[in-house]
Nanobody
C-alpha cells in the first residue's frame, strides 16, 4: 500500500490549489481515504474523509465551504480542491488510509488513529 501526495505550493490568500493523492498497491474505491494537515506547532487534524464504495466525503468545519474532494477510480487518485485559501490553511497536507475490513466507513472516518498508511506529505503555504 502506497500513497503519494502532490500539488502543494505557495499561493496568495484567496487562491486555489488542487492536491492529488495517487494510490498504488490497492484500489482507492475499496478504501476510506483521508486528507490530514499539520501546521507548525499544531496537532495534525483531519481535513476530509472519503468513504469507500460510495465516495461520499465529509470535510471539517473550517474548510467545508471552500474545499471539495473528488475521486478518479480510473487514475486511482483522490483529489483535494482547495479554494479561497487562507493563511491559516498553511500546513503539510497528507493523505492516508488503513486496514479497515472490520469497520464501517463512517466509523473509520471518526477514528484518525486507524489511519496507518501515510503518504509523504506536500507543503501548502498561503502567504502574500
Amino acid at each position: 500500500v502506497q500513497l503519494q501526495a502532490s500539488g502543494g505550493g505557495l499561493v496568495q490568500p484567496g487562491g486555489s490549489l488542487r492536491l492529488s493523492c495517487a494510490a498504488s498497491g490497492f484500489t482507492v474505491g475499496d478504501y476510506v481515504i483521508g486528507w490530514f494537515r499539520q501546521a507548525p506547532g499544531k496537532e495534525r487534524e483531519m481535513v476530509s474523509c472519503t468513504r469507500r464504495s460510495s465516495g461520499r466525503s465529509s470535510l471539517t468545519g473550517s474548510v467545508k465551504d471552500r474545499f471539495t474532494v473528488s475521486r478518479d477510480d480510473v487514475k486511482n487518485t483522490v483529489y483535494l480542491q482547495m479554494n479561497s485559501l487562507k493563511p491559516e490553511d498553511t500546513a503539510i497536507y497528507y493523505c492516508a488510509t488503513g486496514d479497515q475490513k472490520a469497520y464501517t466507513s463512517d466509523y473509520f472516518c471518526t477514528s484518525p488513529h486507524l489511519f496507518t498508511y501515510w503518504g509523504q506529505g506536500t507543503q501548502v503555504t498561503v502567504s502574500s
